[in-house]
Structure formats: C-alpha cells, structure tokens
C-alpha cells in the first residue's frame, strides 16, 4: 500500500528541518569552566585538555571579556592555589586564586554571571574534598569549611555558589551561613547527583586534585545507582538549592531526564573533561568530524533536560551556532 504517513516529509532541506526541530541549543544555557591559578601573565595550556588553560588572574580578565563577547552568559571558577594543605586554608582565604580573580573579572566585565566551585579537593595536600578523620573525609567538620569558603566567595563578589563535595548537609550548611553572612539572595547551583565517575581525569590534572591516596567513592555516588540520583536532588532542594546538576553529563543522560521530570527546578549538566577530551582525541587523529560530534552531544544533553550546560566546548559551540 502506498505511504500515507511519510516523516521524510519534515526532512527534506535544512530549513525545514530547523523549523519542526524539538531541542534547540542556545549560548544562553552555557557555562564557560575556567581555571585559575597564581601569579601574573600565566597562561599555561593543559595537556590533558587542548585548548584549556591554567590562567592567572589577569588573564582570565581577558579570557572573561572574550567568553562574554560571544554571548555566553556565564563562568565557573575553580582554583589552583600556590600553597596547600591538610584544611585546605586556601579555599577560603580572602586573597586566594578565586576571590582576587572574582573581583578582577567582576570590575572588568560586570555582566558576566561568576559561579564559584565550592570544594577542598584544590586546596588540600591530600586532593580529598574535606578534613582527613581515621583515612576518611569527615563530613560535618568539613561542612564548616565549605560555608566559609562559600561566604568568601559571596563577600569577593560571586553571583552563585557551587558546591561540589558532595558532602551530606552542605546546601542547608552554606544556604545557612550565607543568609547570616548578608547574602540571602546568593542561590546555589549544587552539584546534587555527582557520580565517581572515570570521566574526570583530565579535571584532577587541570585543577591538580589527584586524591594522594584512595578515591572518592565513599562521598560521591556509585554510577551503577539510578534511583539514589533523586533521593540525592530531593534532599538538596529540601536544603535550599535553586539549581541542581548532574555530573558527568553524557554517561548520565537517564538521570538527566528522571530528574528534569521530577522535580521544578533549573537542571544543569556537566559536560565533564573527560568527555570532552575523547572527543578532542579523535579529532585530531581525524576518526570523527569534531564539530559535529560536539554539537550533537551538547544536544543530547539538552534534549535530555538540562536547562544549563557547563562544557569546555562552549566557545566552539556558539561560533557553530552563529555560523
């Protein structure tokens, strides 16, 4: 019988596919990772990750003025101390990587949105996320630590917070100090389902946060848990989060949807190192077309339900869109 239903009929040239299309990506849902380190006129590429550096304050004003040019509405900081050790003093000394380069890039481009991660990993002598208690992180000493670092952050100028730890009760301890602090109005983006997930490994060589010994498998989640994900999104909205985020972004696009169907907040997905860097790999070695490997993940994510994308592909994907 001849096809009454023909869907190649919505297919047939670009235009119309643009206009029946589901997911559209926008620079408004991206988040530029940038990472700073000590020092002055450091630039230092990261092996691991091309096209990525380690920046100095002074540089990334400049890197800022250049993300913010293209239409990307925001960064998150993560920083790289000259000095660390076993508190991670660093995260939240009111001079530190972060706080000077918030302000720096707050004077130079007011507009831009500056997050901040909020964690000990980059800080610690030992690369774990809080204070060492019998070969463990203690959870609610680090909480202490967390809030400070997220009060100097808001005080440096921040416009969100970040935390990252994974750390149980750290929303409601940092929405706490914040409100008492003078800064009821600071949301934070937590990361609410952050997996231990392989991905990252390029991340730790960037940030310089390889655990010294052990992992991280005891605080953050275990990728074979599902279920766990909304049990965790539940728990850090009930606290205080005005964002939830899933991390990594590609390997978990099951829970990207169940959260985006479960709950009524902004969901934002990290498009981690690690993913972005097996793209970045093949490229070179010529396996795949690049451009359009990158698009079609960043939609994957999006179609999936996040809301906001931080990625490290940010810079190429709206020069893409705009082309």
Known sequence: MFP????RRLRKNETIRRMVRETSLSPDSFIYPLFVTFGKHT????????????ESADEIVKHAKEIYSLGI????????????DEIGSGAYDDHGVVQEAIRAVKDAVPELILITDVCMCEYTNHGHCGIIKDGDVDNDQTLELLAKEAVSHAQA??????????????????????????F?????????AKYASAF??????????????????????????????LKEVALDIEEGADIVMVKPALAYLDVISDVKDAF????????????????????????????????????????AGADLILTYFAKEAVKLLNK
Request: proline share 9%; glycine share 8%.
């Open 4 to 7: 009454i239903h023909r869907p």
């Open 43 to 54: 630039r230092k590429e990261i092996p691991s990750m091309p096209g990525c550096f380690q």
């Open 73 to 84: 509405p925001a960064v998150i900081l993560f920083g790289i101390p000259e000095h660390k």
């Open 157 to 182: 100028g921040a416009d969100m917070v970040a935390p990252s730890d994974m750390m149980d009760g750290r929303v409601e301890a940092i929405r706490i100090a914040l409100d008492e602090e003078g």
């Open 184 to 192: 009821p109005d600071m949301p934070i983006m937590s990361y609410a």
């Open 200 to 229: 990252y490994g390029p991340f730790r060589d960037a940030a310089e946060s390889i655990p010294q010994f052990g992992d991280r498998r005891s605080y953050q989640m275990d990728p074979a848990n599902r279920r766990e994900a």
């Open 264 to 303: 009524d907040v902004p969901v934002a997905a990290y498009n981690v190192s690690g993913e972005y860097s097996l793209v970045k790999a093949a490229g070179k070695l010529g396996w795949i077309d690049e451009q359009r490997v990158i698009m079609e993940i960043l939609t994957s994510i999006k179609r």
